[in-house]
């Protein structure tokens, strides 16, 4: 029994290989599971197969190949979903792909867009490192604060006078 790399701890016969050999993957996530265990099993083919038309005229598969050959693939984090469900047409994914490679541990983070055509659900393109959400907090001041210019009086009678 060998578990499946995308993390999902079922065998990888019940899991990913199936996508591998024809199967359609219901979901976006579990097509982008199965295209992170193609990058284990050097399942190139899959990979290019699993691309949308204009994202194939981009990819290299030799170049895959030899980048995909030099890494250890540790574990697969899925970080967020969005969509891509059955129902949909569209679906994101965020992900981290933990690996090594020339002796250092790195990670892949990234935001790929998944398109559904005719049934069958394909990567469409991604986002390396997206910036994260941004969220602004404001410390609200109190009347009987010190006031935030550093005078030493409170705040109702300084500046929020």
């Not at 979901?27 to 994202?55: I, Q, V």
């Not at 895959?64 to 949909?88: F, M």
């Not at 005719?118 to 609200?140: F, H, L, M, S, T």
Request: hydrophobic share 25%; net charge neutral.
């Amino acid at each position: 029994m060998s578990l499946c790399p995308c993390g999902s701890n079922i065998e990888y016969a019940n899991c990913c290989e199936p996508f591998h050999n024809g199967e359609v993957a219901p979901t976006a996530e579990k097509l982008m599971r199965s295209r992170y265990s193609a990058f284990e099993k050097g399942k190139m083919t899959y990979l290019s197969d699993t691309l949308t038309e204009a994202s194939r005229k981009d990819y290299d598969p030799v170049e895959t190949e030899q980048w995909a050959s030099t890494a250890k693939w540790n574990k697969l984090e899925i970080v967020k979903t969005e969509k891509g469900e059955e129902g949909d047409e569209e679906g994101i994914v965020e992900f981290r792909a933990h690996f090594k490679m020339n002796g250092q541990q790195q990670v892949h983070y990234e935001r790929s867009s998944f398109k559904k055509v005719d049934g069958r659900w394909y990567y469409e393109d991604g986002v390396i490192n997206p910036a994260q959400e941004q969220r602004i907090v404001a410390n609200k001041v109190g009347r009987n604060d010190p006031c935030t210019c550093g005078s030493g009086k409170k705040y109702k009678k300084c500046c929020g006078a």
